[in-house]
């Protein structure tokens, strides 16, 4: 069996797995070995059609879905993970969920203060680690002019009803406005990992290594010994990888997980990692979001130009939602809206008339929702079913919208539904008094269209070791070498789109690493 | 509804041969890892006779501004994008599609369909849940029966196959929702990665293809 000896494996290679090489590989003397499970893809691959991408880019080609099938949880499987292939939607971590985090968790470190030094580490902390990953990945809030109608509309709509709205911030450089971000970004403007921190990661030295199943992880006695890997042979298209197909195992001092939220509780459970309280896996957060699709009078064009320009918290702090500007090409499309034959026909023909938002539901870390893996079908499965609570705020959350649909001046406005709704036909609103009608919704798997892109919470960080898997230094209870840091290890949703929350924890981490490095016997 | 006898043993065999693999068939191709070939897969005329169906059930090829495309057209990107017809991984996803098309078999759900039902409730009694999302679907099909009558969803007039159509998408099991949402999403995939279809509603397609 091959083998290869390292100071660092890290599993997987987005936002928490690319940021963490990246750190780690500024002590020159060690040995990082970064594993990616999907392909090394970039511009000269990314063709900007969406079943090709969707296909090569995606977790489970991009059909991965909870196991009813009801909600699709998209995610990036391919070097740069979501960063990828996600809208390069960027929100700082929010302060108030950490302290939240801090009190009712017993977290420590994250400080917020930039002039705190966490465990005695020299200028470690969180708002230090913010500004890093701000500052690499170019985060910036869109000029005037690349606020495409789409945008535009949605923002009229909310200002007609006093929802304050505000720009997005976007990690990119030179971006062109071609409006095919998740597709992969063809001209290197969205900076996402592939282009930004495993790309520094790999030019100071780190060994990338994709295809790369990790089987399990391995232990000897209370400690990690190393990864147990299958290098798959590289799909077409992909850039060559460093390591000939077949078994491999990475022996290693440190093992770091960052393999997302699905995977990472799946890999600690199919490890056979201690788990004595049952908590692998469960309390999964989703944040379940409800597309809105309205009809204008004249042409929007929402495909073309930056997706998501515009976003509201109005409701962040009191419901627990956002309202987020997203638009989708034609397959997405097609399957959001409503019905079959001539009646998805004909709002099919009206493509370039069409608008369209969603509503992200912060939804509550239950813990009948989890992960786990299905040994006889050889991968994740995901059970989720939204809480009453969350059910009724997302019910609010759909009447909000459809309103913000007519107030900007729509004909027509439709949730992703075939529910029931009292006298309308499916759910198509006539008008904003038909908003009204979301109160009976019953979000049924299956009839009204839920998605995800933002599973968290499954492997989770806290003091009490009955309720989480990792100290605050996402050191696993049990194995003090296994380093769990990505959205698996937030204590409950972060509280917005997690990009920059993961990565500031995983530069955070990263940093304490090189602080802490004795600890780890580096 | 009569029933000769050598079909009716090719159905039982069917049904047994589909049994829990059926389930894993429903979400699409996503779980191509967790399939068995089963010995009684139907054969390629006859899936592509349910696929032509169901084609030309969910895209209405009769609208005047609907591209000038033919079934074989649509059913050539279909099957180019998901092989169902001849990948061995797939052979669940055929046996889900020869069922779909076995409207006689719908009052009556297989035992996978029921035991999913149950897994997934969080009621009270999920026991008793299921039976009764069996009693509203028996009552839903007798009123399709009635109205359109019929054996095999690819025979039925246009009409009668979209109405069968929304009986498996207004199910009160899960997994003929998942079914319907399944078959729905390949044609609807297939047709609008077609060019012709880009052009009819005004979709620009890719930048770099743009020139």
Known sequence: MRTLDADVVIIGSGAAGGTLAATLSEHAGWRVVLLERG???????????????????YAERGLRTTDDGAIPVRGGECVGGGTTVNVALSFDPVPRIWTRWREEQGLTGFSFDPDANDYGVSGLNLARCVADVRARLHVHAPADAEINRNNGLFAAGCAALGIATRRFELNMRGCIGCGFCS???AYDAKQ???VTYVADAVARG???IHHADAIHIDYEGERARGVQVRVRETQPGSRPNSLAPGELYVRSKLVIVCAGAIETPALLQRSQHPDPHARIGRGLVLHPSLPFIGRAESE??????IEGTMYSDHFAETDGFYFECLFGHPLYGAAVLPGIAAEHFELMLSYRRLFGFGAMLIDASDDDNCVRWDVQRGRARIAYRLTEADATRLRKAARIGVEIVFAAGAERAWIASDEVLGPLAGAQFRSAADARHTSELRFIPGRTTITSAHPQATTRMGADRKRATLDSRGETHGVANLIVCDASAFPSSCGANPMISIMAMARYQGLRILGESARYDL | MPIDRP???ARREFMWGAGATLLAACGVMRQVHNTEILSSAPRTAALRTVLGALITSVLPLEHPQFPKLQAAELEATLLELFPIDRDPELATVRSAVMLFDDCAAFPEPPAPFLRDQRENDRSADPAVAAQRAVAHDRAA?????RAHGGEHFAQQSLAARRAYLELWGQSALATRRRMYRGFRAWVLISAYSR?????????DGPLLERG
């Open chain 1, 39 to 57: 392909g090394h893809f970039g511009r000269e691959f990314f063709n900007q059609r969406e079943w090709d991408m969707s296909n090569a880019l």
């Open chain 1, 183 to 185: 597709t992969g970004c």
């Open chain 1, 192 to 194: 996402s990992t592939l």
């Open chain 1, 206 to 208: 780190v060994t990338l």
């Open chain 1, 300 to 305: 929007v064009a929402g495909h073309l130009g």
């Open chain 2, 7 to 9: 079909s009716a043993i």
């Open chain 2, 141 to 145: 099909f007798e009123r399709y029966a």
């Open chain 2, 195 to 203: 060019r012709e279809l880009w052009q009819v509603i005004g979709y």
